[in-house]
């Protein structure tokens, strides 16, 4: 789910950033925001990827030099308002790799999180925390130095627990048991298109949509694939490349579904909002939202039935000002 640092992203992520003028960017931050924001103070200027838990009524926040924190929104909250990060986990185990997607498994009241070593891609693992005394529960490694090179980047959790996380180096997906014990990798040609710089930058966001299947994106291609995984383990899913009118989803990066119908892709542009009516064999890009492009938005969540994108890139000193923008789409 999300635009992280693995090898040659790193190369892209530093070249845009590069390619904005300053005075642009000090342009964007002052000005007035076309939408609600939720502005927040953090200790590092990248946060990788950001969920709204409704029960604790904050984001949780990835970091993208490892750890996770949250941002509480309180009930009262004064529109303007910068509200603080406060970190929950600083795993040692875990030092030295960045924590890059997440996602909420709320009837088990925890929290899993992809950690992978964003410069080496020499170390992928995914880890399970508890939402309330936030006591590790698992870590389990995907890979190490001698399994080549591999860059752990988004999870996504199905209705039984298991959870899929995908290689954004390696072309593929990791099948994680409820309590942690590694399962089995889905792999497929469709996933390496035929054109090299293509897999530079290849499977990114994901979700499990409640119909049994996930929904994955290849930043590169645009390509929107649909897994269906209800009666197949290992090699025996059912993949397909979704053709999307629009498309294709070029720089896509995490994935968010606003309801069965509906996704969020966030990336460049900020957000795109494709819709399907058939299951999800064919969709459409139906509505786009561009926010401000210099802080490179990589992760959506939904709060209360809106949609806010998480952007990587925070502003000042020696706080970081980082920003959590609502999407809107016209006429949806």
């Not at 929950?88 to 997440?102: A, H, I, M, P, Y």
């Not at 072309?171 to 497929?188: A, M, N, Q, R, Y």
Request: hydrophobic share 40%; glycine share 10%; aromatic share 10%.
């Amino acid at each position: 789910m999300a635009l992280s640092l693995c090898s040659a992203k790193s190369l892209l992520f530093f070249f845009v950033i590069s390619a904005i003028p300053v005075a642009y960017i000090i342009s964007q931050e002052r000005a007035n925001p076309a939408t609600h924001v939720y502005h927040y103070h953090s200790s590092s200027f990248f946060r990788e990827c950001a969920k709204w838990d409704d029960s604790g009524r904050r984001f949780i926040v990835s970091f993208l030099d490892g750890g996770i924190g949250q941002v509480a929104v309180p009930d009262d909250y004064p529109p303007g308002t910068v509200l603080e990060e406060v970190t929950l986990v600083k795993d040692l185990e875990l030092t030295g790799n960045g924590s890059l997607g997440l996602v909420l498994d709320r009837p088990r009241n925890r929290l899993l999180v992809v950690a992978a070593d964003v410069f080496g891609n020499k170390y992928s693992a995914v880890a399970a925390y508890d939402l309330s005394t936030w006591n590790r529960l698992f870590l389990t490694q995907l890979s190490g130095p001698s399994d080549g090179k591999s860059c752990a980047d988004d999870v996504t959790v199905d209705a039984e627990g298991n959870a899929y996380v995908t290689d954004v180096t390696g072309g593929k997906i990791w099948k994680v048991g409820v309590k942690g014990e590694f399962l089995s990798i889905i792999t497929s040609p469709l996933f390496t298109p035929k054109e090299w710089y293509k897999n530079l930058v290849g499977l990114n966001g994901i979700v499990y949509h409640p119909d049994g299947f996930l929904i994955v994106i290849h930043t590169f291609s645009g390509n929107l694939f649909k897994i269906d995984i209800a009666n197949g383990v290992g090699e025996s899913e059912e993949i397909k490349v979704i053709k999307v009118a629009g498309g294709p989803l070029s720089f896509g990066d995490g994935l968010e579904l606003l309801s069965p119908t509906k996704l969020v892709v966030a990336g460049n542009p900020s957000a795109r909002l494709v819709e399907s009516s058939d299951g999800w064999e064919t969709a459409a890009v139906v509505a786009k939202f561009s926010g401000p492009v210099h802080r490179l938005a990589t992760a959506a969540t939904v709060k209360d039935g809106r949609v806010y994108l998480n952007h990587m890139v925070g502003f000042g000193y020696p706080k970081k000002k980082h920003a959590l923008v609502e999407a809107v789409f016209p006429n949806n």
